[in-house]
């Protein structure tokens, strides 16, 4: 049996699934892990049996044994120069979501992964939703006939979204939509957007981080396809579950609603009242399986460089999901439409309104 060194960066919630679903393949000679903090990186070094555990990710790359490496590391501007480093270090690379803040960004890491011949992908877990995977299959099939629409619903218990909203200036469309924009991208290959609309308003999440508590962006994909995706973070501390989505394909020849709001799962405590377990986006170890996609995606990407398959995301997918919820941010502050692939001018406009700047509609 084929087997391969591998290292996880950042061990946190994501980094710590990722590890502990490595540590459990037979497709793992060694495991390494890197973590900045050092109560985190002995609890997880503690369930995984490491190699190595080290708080410099430079002795990942400089390893030369590591073949393969996960960066699931926060804040989020931490992603471009680790994933930088490793693909120059000629690693595979899986890198979570996003693929980075900047588009130059993003092309450097597709082309320096292109350069050295190694394996790049990004962490869209949502493809191994069965669910999705379903979609895909009836869409590809021919059973729903020509799409004319497809309608996401995805929101997030404000717990959480706290949690991800404290730690970057990021909206909900970026850091939330980015998943459905990128599988609903991918059920209707080989279609590609063309222009986008969004709205976002204004709550909870307003003290936060300056986000807006959700937003509503609608897609126009060149073959007539019209996506619509609403994303937020706000539900209240009562609701009893992390993330509730609503999805509707409607076709020429059916329809697909898909109920992956975790209904289906009901806990009910005296301590906690009413809970809808196992309703996390990445999923959770259950004993001996994993519910949820993360662990099925975390082996999927090390069988697709062992047997030099293509990987589930390609770089330049993630590429064009990151362009289209940065049109979405801008068109939600200049309150108009905007085309796709982006416009100098929209470049420009983006780039003003990161640095702070009032923007005029764009034209």
Not at 24 to 32: E, F, G, P, Q
Not at 106 to 123: C, H, P, S, Y
Not at 217 to 238: A, E
Not at 331 to 341: F, H, K, R, W
Request: glycine share 8%; aromatic share 8%; net charge negative.
């Amino acid at each position: 049996m084929k087997q391969v060194e591998v290292g996880v960066i950042g061990t946190g919630w994501v980094g710590g699934i990722r590890a502990e679903t490595l540590a459990r393949s037979a497709l793992v000679d060694k495991l390494h892990i890197c973590e900045i903090r050092p109560d985190r990186l002995a609890e997880v070094k503690a369930l995984t049996n490491p190699a190595t555990a080290t708080l410099d990710y430079q002795d990942i790359v400089r390893n030369d044994n590591i073949q393969v490496v996960f960066i699931s590391t926060t804040p989020e501007p931490t992603h471009f120069p680790i994933a930088r480093d490793c693909l120059k270090a000629g690693k595979h690379v899986m890198l979570e979501k996003p693929i980075a803040l900047e588009m130059w960004e993003a092309d450097e890491l597709i082309a320096i992964a292109k350069r050295n011949n190694v394996k790049f992908t990004i962490g869209y877990s949502q493809r191994f939703n069965p669910k999705i995977a379903y979609a895909k299959k009836k869409i590809a099939d021919g059973t729903l006939g020509k799409v004319v629409n497809v309608m996401v619903s995805r929101h997030l218990s404000r717990s959480l979204g706290k949690k991800i909203a404290s730690r970057v200036k990021l909206s909900p469309a970026a850091m939330e939509s980015t998943h459905d924009l990128d599988f609903v991208f991918w059920l209707l290959e080989p279609a590609k957007p063309v222009r986008l609309y969004s709205q976002g308003a204004y709550g909870y999440m307003e003290a936060i981080n300056g986000s807006y508590d959700c937003m509503w962006t609608t897609v126009t994909m060149d073959n007539g396809t019209l996506v619509v995706i609403g994303g937020g973070w706000n539900l209240p501390p009562s609701y009893p579950n992390f993330s509730s989505t609503w999805i509707e394909i409607t076709g020429t020849e059916g329809a697909l609603i898909l109920d992956d709001t975790h209904r289906d799962n009901w806990l009910n405590t005296v301590s906690e009242g009413t809970r809808y377990p196992m309703s996390t986006m990445p999923g959770e170890q259950v004993d001996h399986v994993f519910a949820g996609q993360m662990g099925p995606e975390t082996i999927h990407f090390l069988e697709s460089i062992l047997l030099d398959r293509p990987v589930m995301v390609a770089p330049e997918h993630a590429r064009m999901v990151m362009e289209a919820y940065t049109a979405a941010d801008l068109s939600a502050e200049i309150n108009e439409p905007v085309d796709l692939p982006l416009s100098n001018r929209s470049i420009a406009a983006i780039a003003d309104l990161k640095g702070g700047h009032k923007l005029e509609k764009v034209g």
